[in-house]
């Protein structure tokens, strides 16, 4: 099995329980992070990196999992 370089793999984002399949596959990775932050609001609170992003088991794509920052309340 061949294994594509890995500037050229799709993308896959995992936020909670939710898998997220790439909405702009030839955009950067902030541009895809503004255009998930308009679906998911939690997302606008954090910051992605190309290296956080892992290899899947299968090797066809790079997984990005997004960590939310906790709830804040008052009291």
């Not at 993308?11 to 329980?17: A, E, M, N, Q, V």
């Not at 503004?34 to 990196?49: D, G, K």
């Not at 090797?59 to 990005?64: D, L, N, P």
């Amino acid at each position: 099995m061949q294994i594509e370089s890995l500037e050229n793999l799709e993308r896959k984002f995992i936020l909670g329980s939710i898998e997220l399949a790439d909405p702009i596959p030839t955009g950067s990775l902030d541009e895809v992070v503004e255009l998930l932050s308009t679906q998911y609001p939690m997302v606008r609170f954090t910051r992605i990196y190309e290296s956080d992003g892992i290899l899947s088991s299968c090797g066809r794509y790079m997984e990005y999992t997004i960590q939310v920052p906790p709830v804040k309340t008052n009291g």
